[in-house]
C-alpha cells in the first residue's frame, strides 16, 4: 500500500481550514481522513473513524472526532464536531456507562449542540495521548485479524510497535479496554483490534496516516509470504441473467417484504468474488459472519445462496430457508439480551448466485451499491483468511450484538 500524503493537497486544506476561521490541525485532519476514505482498501462507507485534539481560544482541550453520517471520503468540517475533553476523560475511572448513556454523554460534551453524534469510539480516541487517532478496517488487516489466536503472530510482524486488542463489543466497552491495554503498551504505535480493524496515533496528521499505511503493508507482506496476493477493488465484468433477475423481483417484491416499494438490486461477478462462489464450501464459510462487525448492520449475518438457473419455487423455498434461520436465530440470541428486541425483518440483503456472482439488495440504489462495494471487499478478505488459514470472524452471540445493538434498536422503535 502506498502513502497518498502531498505536501501541495496538504497546504490546500489547510488553507481552506485557516480562510474557514478553522485551525490547520482540523485542516490537515480533513485532509489525511479524506486520503483514508479514498482508499476502499483502508475504509467502505461510513467505516473507520478519525480524530485531532486541539486547544481552544480559552486554553481547554477539545477533540474533533468523525461524526455519525459521514464518510472519511467525501468529510468535512462540519463532520468532525469538537467535543470538550474533560467529561470524557472522567469516565477513564468511573462507572460503566451503558451505550445510550455513553451517547448521552457525548452529546453534552459537544460545543455545537447541533452537530451529529461522535462516533461510539471517541472515549478510545480522547484517551489515546496523541494529537491524532486514525481506525480503519483495512483488507489486508481484516484477512488475519479474522483468524484465531493471532497474538502472537501480531507480536511477530509488529513487535512492541502494535498492541492486541482480544474482541470487544464497539463502544464503551471496547474505549476501556483498548485504554487498559495501550497503558500496558504505551510505547506502541498501534492497537490490532482482534476481528475488527486497526489504530495508529501520532503526534502528527501525516505520521499518524503514514502508520496506517506502513502497518497495512506490513500484513499485505505478510500474507504474501504465504503467496496471497491482495489485488485491488475490480469492476464487475458479468451481468445478471435478465430472467432470474425477473423471477428474484417477483419473489422479492410481494407485499410483505421490505422491498414491496422499491427494490434495487447490484450484481457483481469479480474474479475474487467468483473464485468465492465457486467454493465448494461456500455456504459453511458464508455462514461464519460478517468480516468486520459493522457490516452485520448493511448487510444481514449471511447470504442467501441460490443456483443460477433457479426458478421461482426455488427461490421461494431459498428465501423460507432464509427467513426460518434468521427467526432462529434471533430467538436464540434475543432471550439473553438485557433489554426486549424488536426482530428486524428476516430477509437478506445479500444473494449467492453458485458458481456465478453476488447480488446486493437495497431499498434504493445507494443502499444495492454500498451492500456491494461491501460483498467486493470481503470476499477479498475472505478469500485471503481462507487461503492463509481459516477465516474465523467473531461468534453468532457478538454479530447478534452488535446487529441488534441499542444504538440501532433506538431508531428502530422512533420509526
Known amino acids: 500500500m502506498k502513502s497518498r500524503w502531498n505536501d501541495t ?30 482508499d476502499p482498501d483502508l475504509v467502505l462507507h461510513g467505516g473507520g473513524n478519525t480524530s485531532v485534539k486541539v486547544k481552544a481560544d480559552d486554553g481547554s482541550e477539545l477533540m474533533h472526532i468523525k461524526g455519525s453520517g459521514w464518510d472519511l471520503d467525501t468529510i468535512e468540517a462540519p463532520g468532525l464536531p469538537a467535543v470538550r475533553m474533560p467529561a470524557l476523560l472522567a469516565t477513564r475511572d468511573g462507572v460503566r456507562l451503558s451505550d445510550p448513556e455513553m451517547v448521552a454523554l457525548l452529546r453534552s460534551s459537544l460545543v455545537d449542540p447541533t452537530s451529529p453524534n461522535p462516533s461510539v469510539e471517541a472515549l478510545l480516541h480522547a484517551f489515546l495521548p496523541f494529537a491524532f487517532v486514525d481506525h480503519t478496517h483495512a483488507t489486508a ?9 493471532m497474538r502472537d503472530t501480531v507480536k511477530r510482524i509488529y513487535g512492541s510497535r502494535v498492541a492486541f486488542v482480544p474482541y470487544v463489543m464497539p463502544g464503551f466497552d471496547l474505549s476501556i479496554e483498548g485504554d487498559k491495554i495501550y497503558r500496558t503498551h504505551s510505547g506502541c504505535e498501534g492497537l490490532w483490534l482482534e476481528n475488527h480493524g486497526l489504530f495508529t496515533f501520532a503526534s502528527t496528521a501525516r505520521a499518524s496516516y503514514e502508520l496506517m499505511i506502513e502497518f497495512v503493508t506490513m500484513a499485505e507482506e505478510e500474507l504474501s509470504r504465504k503467496g496471497i496476493l491482495l489485488s485491488g477493488p475490480q469492476r464487475s465484468d458479468e ?10 423481483t417477483e419473489v422479492l417484491s410481494q ?30 464459510v458464508s455462514l461464519r459472519g460478517t468480516v468486520t462487525p459493522d457490516h452485520v448492520i448493511r448487510i444481514k449475518p449471511w447470504p442467501m445462496i441460490i443456483e443460477a438457473d433457479a426458478d421461482v419455487p426455488a427461490i421461494k423455498d431459498a428465501l423460507a430457508a432464509y427467513s426460518e434461520r434468521y427467526k432462529a436465530y434471533f430467538q436464540r440470541n434475543a432471550v439473553r439480551a438485557h433489554e426486549s428486541k424488536t426482530m428486524l425483518d428476516a430477509y437478506p440483503r445479500v444473494i449467492i448466485v453458485r458458481n456465478k456472482g453476488m447480488l446486493s439488495l437495497g431499498i434504493n440504489e445507494k443502499a444495492a451499491r454500498i451492500g456491494g462495494d461491501l460483498c467486493e471487499q470481503a470476499t477479498r478478505a475472505i478469500n485471503a483468511a481462507e487461503d492463509y488459514g481459516r477465516f474465523t470472524p467473531i461468534g453468532e452471540a457478538d454479530l447478534f450484538d452488535m446487529e441488534y445493538w441499542s444504538l440501532e434498536q433506538a431508531k428502530l422503535k422512533s420509526t
Not at 259 to 275: K, P, V
Open 9 to 38: 493537497d496538504a497546504q490546500h486544506y489547510v488553507d481552506a481550514a485557516l480562510a474557514a476561521g478553522h485551525s490547520e490541525a482540523l485542516g490537515l485532519r480533513i485532509y489525511t481522513s479524506r486520503i483514508i476514505g479514498g
Open 141 to 149: 488487516i481484516l484477512a488475519l485479524a479474522d483468524q484465531p489466536d
Open 239 to 248: 451481468h445478471l441473467e435478465p430472467g432470474l433477475k425477473a423471477r428474484l
Open 255 to 284: 407485499k410483505q417484504s421490505p422491498f414491496a416499494t422499491g427494490l434495487f438490486m447490484d450484481y457483481r461477478s469479480t474474479e475474487a468474488i467468483r473464485h468465492y462462489v465457486q467454493r465448494d464450501d461456500v455456504e459453511d
